[in-house]
């Protein structure tokens, strides 16, 4: 990727689009702190990324981020509560009933009231993405990545996904950055970002937002 | 470090069929370690026990043609001043001449103060017919010569000491101390029997001792320490001998044993540690995408790398817990069904709790380090490869 300069705002929702190669991922990645840019500085809350160390970038990525992959990346092993709550345990803080009734609440937000407690290697694809997105609202980040959150879904689960992703962003004021292909949901955002060969293509803003 | 470990017992729970064959794996390492350990300590403790259990360990000889006549004196001042040994005994020693009619048997007349030599060389389980001799003249010899004399109990026989005299005796009793050098020579009396056929007063010509059980291998330095008595008392110089001094093919083996016992236990420990390196290193990769998971959830490196460390520690207690087990069924087993026909184990297992213990403490210690290795790579693995490579 090259000369890529972008700044997002808080709380807006906004869709990368491009072909598969164009590099969209990766730039979520590096805006994600998953990966290091070669050159350049990535700037999140004001703290610049490049001279942290790992624990600084871990502690960033527990607190301010949250990622929603693709292939939903659940912990297989444990249920879909525990897979919600792991974010919160991994920041080591003491899980207390408050906490629990918080993630309950995510899982009923996004419609898992039934199978809170099923394995997360039990439950459907949808399911899972659903649980993925609970987890990544776990720590009330200020930014949520998701690299095709819907891509493995049919066009009504992907119908569902999306309206409850702009409703998170509308009431908790998250900042989205989400990457897909389809345009027609990409077109439901704040602002579209192309990447084509590594550079932006386009980047439109819409006013009415 | 909470959360590392219930990740670790989730990880591990999640291959049950994986887990529990690692702990087979780590207990039969462990059981195999317990059942040799004990087997080999049980074989030398009763080697050396059969070997030197009845006999004198250390020995205070006069020199030749003296006598000691102030051994009781000796064995007050050994007692208080030398740590290590459990019994003193006096004995004196004529050799000679048995004569029955016709027959003659060179003999080893040997006389005790019975109730200190009994506790070296239990005479009393020696003893097959007749009793131990209490009054003067009164001897029990050794069931060898009852072929070679033909004498029976009770017989009145002559004893021969050349240029000194002779002296008539009583057969009481008959011993068999399984070893036919001291049954077709020794004969047992009272010291004033071979005092009185000396024609010397009340002296000694050695003192015999017993160390304490788990003494048994410091005979040098106890023996070193009764000579430095003597040295110490002014007294003259009697020769202080020990049983390592005098056994040294016995120890040489006993040693050989031992090295040997610790060569198999080395290598069952490395092909353990081996193992379960191996396998845990196979759940790193299982759980690489987990890893990832984690780390894009922000999971330090250092808890990434307990998960691990956790699950190496927890194969390691529950594999050192039934290997253990199983090392105790293992002994219980061969001493219950390998007996002699009388009964007794072929060979009596030894289970020593300190050495048990070590076992296991080394199998969860090798347990730790063979998850080092996985931990570290936890720690690496990064998160943009496990995403990539989904």
């Given at each position: ?33 998953l990966d290091r840019p070669t050159s350049g500085d990535i700037i999140i809350n004001g703290k610049n990324t490049k001279n942290m160390s790992n624990t600084e970038i871990a502690v ?150 | ?178 070893v036919s050098a001291i049954n077709t020579a020794w004969a047992i009396t009272g010291l004033n029997t071979v005092q009185t056929s000396l024609g010397v007063g009340n002296v000694v ?186």
């Amino acid at each position: 990727m090259f000369g890529i300069n972008l700044a997002f705002e808080e709380g807006s929702f906004n869709s990368i689009i491009g072909q598969s190669g164009s590099g969209k991922s990766t730039l979520l990645n590096i805006l994600g702190s998953l990966d290091r840019p070669t050159s350049g500085d990535i700037i999140i809350n004001g703290k610049n990324t490049k001279n942290m160390s790992n624990t600084e970038i871990a502690v960033l990525r527990n607190e301010s981020l949250g990622f929603i992959f693709q292939f939903h990346y659940l912990l297989p092993e444990f249920t879909a509560l525990e897979n919600v709550l792991m974010p919160y345990r991994i920041s080591k803080r003491p899980v207390t009933e408050e906490t629990i009734k918080y993630a309950n609440e995510l899982l009923d937000i996004v419609g898992l009231t039934k199978v809170k407690n099923n394995l997360a290697i039990n439950m459907s694809g949808g399911q899972q993405q659903r649980v993925a997105i609970a987890r990544s609202l776990m720590n009330n980040p200020k930014i949520i990545l998701a690299d095709e959150p819907t891509g493995n879904l049919d066009s009504d689960s992907t119908e569902q996904v999306y309206e409850l992703l702009r409703k998170i962003n509308r009431q908790f004021g998250t900042t989205f950055i989400i990457i897909t292909h389809d345009r027609h949901i990409a077109e439901k955002a704040d602002r579209i970002i192309e990447i084509k060969d590594g550079r932006i293509n386009l980047d439109i803003s819409k006013t009415n937002a | 470090m909470k959360l590392a470990f219930s990740i670790a017992v989730r990880f591990l729970k999640s291959g049950k069929f994986q887990t529990w064959f690692i702990i087979l794996g780590i207990a039969i390492g462990v059981s195999v370690q317990v059942f040799i350990g004990s087997l080999i300590s049980g074989l030398q403790k009763s080697l050396v026990d059969k070997t030197i259990g009845n006999s004198s360990q250390i020995t205070i000889q006069a020199p030749t043609g003296e006598y000691l006549s102030d051994y009781s004196d000796i064995i007050t001042s050994l007692s208080t001043n030398v740590d290590g040994i459990k019994i003193y005994s006096p004995t004196i020693t004529a050799r000679g001449t048995l004569l029955e009619g016709t027959d003659t048997s060179p003999v080893v007349m040997r006389g005790f103060d019975f109730e200190s030599a009994n506790q070296i060389y239990s005479f009393n389980e020696k003893i097959t017919e007749g009793r131990i001799p209490t009054a003067i003249n009164e001897i029990a010899l050794g069931i060898g010569f009852k072929d070679s004399l033909n004498i029976d109990l009770n017989d009145q026989i002559t004893f021969d000491i050349p240029t000194i005299g002779a002296t008539e005796v009583t057969i009481v009793g008959f011993f068999d101390f399984k070893v036919s050098a001291i049954n077709t020579a020794w004969a047992i009396t009272g010291l004033n029997t071979v005092q009185t056929s000396l024609g010397v007063g009340n002296v000694v010509d050695s003192i015999e001792s017993q160390i304490e059980d788990d003494l048994i291998f410091d005979a040098e330095v106890i023996s070193a320490s009764v000579e430095n008595q003597f040295v110490n008392d002014g007294e003259g110089i009697p020769t202080v001998s020990n049983w390592i001094q005098s056994n040294e093919e016995l120890l040489s083996g006993l040693q050989g044993q031992s090295i040997s016992s610790i060569m198999i236990q080395v290598f069952v420990m490395i092909s353990v540690v081996l193992a379960i390196a191996s396998i845990l290193a196979i759940i790193v990769m299982q759980k690489s995408k987990q890893i990832g998971i984690l780390k894009a959830m922000g999971i330090q490196n250092g808890d990434a790398s307990l998960i691990f460390l956790f699950e190496g520690l927890i194969l390691g207690v529950l594999g050192a817990v039934f290997g253990v087990l199983l090392g105790l069924g293992l002994s219980y087993a061969f001493t219950t069904f390998a007996l002699n026909s009388d009964g007794t184990p072929v060979v009596p297992l030894f289970i020593d709790p300190a050495f048990i213990a070590l076992s296991a403490v080394i199998a969860i210690v090798a347990s730790l380090g063979a998850s080092l290795i996985p931990a570290r790579k936890s720690s690496k693995l990064s998160v943009i490869e496990v995403i990539r490579n989904a």
